[in-house]
């Protein structure tokens, strides 16, 4: 089992980078109170489209690293994430031993399990309050970015929309040669402005438990408000 290292994260953050171009564009939203989360509606699948004749050969893929799949419910513990030291952000529970990754510059944090290699699973969390958002436009945008991602030579190949909500979206894509199967939710606490997205992705075996992960990590978020700033100390 290859350890996680320092380079390891540094490819895992260009990766997550690349995959999320266009992520300044905006996000869809989940229509939710602060009180009480709402559940998205079933997702659909996305209607396919009659295959051009004559049909490409069918796609091969590099083996998944041989790491036993994703499990549900797996125990976690909630953990305070900040765009800043004082700024705004989420109260989420991430799974227990899982460690952090602040993606350098960015509003985005990345938890993977220690020990696991690259192409396994992973979850992000990402603060985008404050764009000022539309559901549709949102979500539009930030799946036109996985596309132009793909059409520019980035980390996403072959990235395919298999089924979606207003808030939701569900994909594949290769990368590095490797089929990769994610999963992509917002959330908004005023029922307008997207406060946060979770993203899950991993292997085709790994779908039940990101679903699974998905969901829970959604259910426990509750926002943080900037704090307000510290009073300079009187002489």
């Known amino acids: 089992m290859t350890i996680v290292t320092g380079m390891w994260w540094r490819a895992l953050g260009v990766a997550v980078v690349l995959l999320c171009v266009g992520l300044a564009g ?66 989420v529970d991430i799974p227990d031993g899982w460690r952090e990754n602040q993606v350098s510059e960015t509003n985005m944090w990345n938890f993977v399990k220690p020990g696991n290699p690259f192409f396994t699973y992973l979850l992000r969390v990402t603060i985008v309050r404050g764009q000022n958002v539309s559901v549709s436009i949102a979500k539009n945008t930030r799946i036109a970015a996985l596309e132009e991602s793909e059409s520019n030579g980035g980390a996403v190949e072959d990235f395919n929309v298999t089924a979606e909500t207003p808030d939701t979206f569900e994909a594949t894509y290769t990368s590095g040669g490797y089929l990769r199967v994610t999963m992509e939710k917002f959330v908004s606490f005023d029922g307008s402005h997207a406060w946060a997205s979770v993203a899950v992705t991993g292997r085709t075996v790994d779908e039940e438990g990101l679903r699974d992960l998905l969901n829970r990590t959604i259910d426990s978020m509750q926002p943080l408000d900037a704090l307000p700033p510290k009073q300079a100390d009187q002489p």
């Open 26 to 91: 905006g996000y869809a939203v989940a229509g939710r109170s602060q009180e009480e989360p709402v559940s998205s509606d079933t997702l659909e699948p996305v209607p396919a489209v009659s295959p051009a004749v004559p049909t490409p050969p069918e796609q091969t893929y590099l083996p998944d690293p041989g790491i036993p799949a994703l499990t549900p419910d797996l125990p976690a513990s909630p953990r305070d994430l900040r765009v800043s030291r004082r700024g705004l952000g989420v109260t």
